[in-house]
């Protein structure tokens, strides 16, 4: 009994550590948020968000611009939307249409109406879990490099499970945008822009104007899943 205690209770302690951790977070994360951002009040938006609501059956969705530079847009644990004020002013250079910002919302809203904030918690408070025992097992054969491998392992994992949340939400954002009239068009020709401002096919940069693209999977391949997702609908694809 003595020797489980022993090998639960720092697993115990790790876990309860990940979880607080996570909420701590969350907390600030939140407070950053309402320091840094206020209501979009976009007349160019009005007619598309207006479109998503209707198709949502909601009287208005609530977005808020988030003063950044980064091209960006966000879904708070709490179900707020965020886009980014760098996403804002491309809207007004003319670099980004309604029915583009629209598809972002659209992807945001998925995130929130999936669970993966509470998901990512959980994801969060396992992740930290596993790093230790994976760290704890490997550093037994492995001294020096184990916790390191086991850095990455996890690492690799988490990258995995995210990108997984991605093409959630792409097809969550791919079915509203087919509902609100607005179609698949301008999703696809969003994603087809910021690559080209990444500067390379797959537009994985790690640039600021460029964080949305950053954690995400690959452009060709959310760009086949939302085209999938087309034939299986037998619809044809807006290109407004």
Partial sequence: MSIMLKVLTPLILVLAWGFLAQRFALWRSAQMLDAQSQPLNEPLLARVLGALAKAQGIAAIRVHVLASDAINGLAAADGRIFLTRGFHRRLHAGDVTPEELASVVAHEIGHVALGHSRRRMIDYTGHTATRFVLATLLS?????IGPWI?????SALVARLSQRDEFEADAYAAALLTKAGIGTGPQKSLLAKLSALAGSPQGQSTGTGLAWLASH??????VAAIEALERRWGAKPSTR
């Fill in 140 to 144: 037994r054969f492995l001294p020096g």
């Fill in 150 to 154: 086991a850095g990455i392992a996890t």
């Fill in 217 to 222: 999977p690959e452009t060709r391949d959310r």
